[in-house]
């Protein structure tokens, strides 16, 4: 039975959508391709999270990133409490947190460099090492020089408003809790560490979120290349 002109009109697109819907893999792209639609991916996941992170309150009203107290602070709190001092703590929190909001911008630079050095090889581990390559790229070239940029600053923020004091302080009231851990030591170390850890956080959740709708960063190159991978 011939074909109506109707029903032709009609198979002509769904067989071209049907085409084209599997028509580019991670093979069909090109290395400049690849590269561009990665280093574009790269950018506007640091460019985001470091805009979140590091302006008032992007730490301390983030509950995926806001440093909270160390556990052995916390477990003195009841006692401060008794004594009418656990708002010592509180303030403790959002002082720490406001030093982290005060560091992260410093990391855009560095991350920016990362995306320009990318090699061939780091751009095959992306594009085939799983959910997270994209965050695990950025902490393995940026977080040892981070941590040096970072605690300057952030100890200049905790020596101006007395932060060190104050934790210091605190963490009197806590040795017989246990052993301290190296990296609650000092208060300009904690919150060095928890500032890094809140920033490949956030990076990570613009790469999911990448993953998941690459279109929808407005980029076609990135919708390429990320939409060839999923």
Same mark, same amino acid.
């Given at each position: 039975m !011939?074909? #109506?002109?109707?029903?032709? @009109?009609?198979?002509? !697109?769904? /067989? &071209?959508?049907a085409a084209g819907a =599997?028509?580019?893999?991670? %093979? %069909? &792209? #090109?290395? $400049?391709?690849? #590269?561009?639609? &990665? $280093? @574009?991916?790269?950018?506007t996941g640091a460019n985001a @999270?470091? #805009? $979140?992170? =590091?302006?008032?309150?992007?730490?301390?009203?983030?509950?995926?990133?806001?440093?909270a107290l160390p556990k052995m602070l916390e477990q003195?709190? !009841?006692?401060?409490?008794?004594?009418?001092? /656990?708002?010592?703590?509180? %303030?403790?929190?959002?002082?720490?947190?406001?030093?982290a909001e005060a560091a992260v911008p410093m990391a855009k630079p560095l991350l920016l460099d990362a995306v320009k050095s990318m090699t061939i090889t780091d751009a095959k581990q992306i594009l085939t090492g799983g959910d997270t390559s994209v965050t695990d790229f950025f902490r393995a070239k940026t977080q040892d020089k981070l941590a040096l940029q970072f605690q300057p600053v952030v100890?200049?923020?905790? %020596?101006?408003?007395?932060?060190?004091?104050?934790?210091?302080?605190?963490? =009197?009231?806590? !040795? $017989?809790?246990?052993?301290?851990a190296k990296d609650q030591a000092t208060v300009e170390g904690y919150v060095t560490q928890r500032a890094l850890d =809140?920033?490949?956080?956030?990076?990570?959740?613009?790469?999911? @979120?990448i993953r998941a709708d690459p279109l929808g960063t407005g980029s076609k190159l990135i919708g390429k290349v990320f939409g060839a991978i999923k």
């Amino acid at each position: 039975m !011939p074909i #109506s002109r109707r029903a032709m @009109a009609l198979l002509i !697109p769904l /067989s &071209l959508l049907a085409a084209g819907a =599997g028509a580019i893999s991670l %093979d %069909d &792209l #090109s290395s $400049k391709d690849a #590269s561009g639609g &990665l $280093k @574009a991916a790269l950018e506007t996941g640091a460019n985001a @999270a470091v #805009s $979140k992170l =590091g302006v008032d309150g992007g730490f301390l009203n983030n509950d995926k990133v806001r440093i909270a107290l160390p556990k052995m602070l916390e477990q003195v709190r !009841p006692l401060l409490k008794l004594t009418g001092k /656990s708002q010592q703590l509180d %303030d403790l929190v959002v002082q720490m947190n406001h030093a982290a909001e005060a560091a992260v911008p410093m990391a855009k630079p560095l991350l920016l460099d990362a995306v320009k050095s990318m090699t061939i090889t780091d751009a095959k581990q992306i594009l085939t090492g799983g959910d997270t390559s994209v965050t695990d790229f950025f902490r393995a070239k940026t977080q040892d020089k981070l941590a040096l940029q970072f605690q300057p600053v952030v100890k200049q923020v905790t %020596d101006k408003s007395g932060l060190a004091t104050k934790y210091n302080t605190a963490m =009197g009231l806590a !040795p $017989k809790l246990g052993a301290l851990a190296k990296d609650q030591a000092t208060v300009e170390g904690y919150v060095t560490q928890r500032a890094l850890d =809140g920033l490949y956080t956030m990076i990570a959740e613009e790469e999911k @979120a990448i993953r998941a709708d690459p279109l929808g960063t407005g980029s076609k190159l990135i919708g390429k290349v990320f939409g060839a991978i999923k």
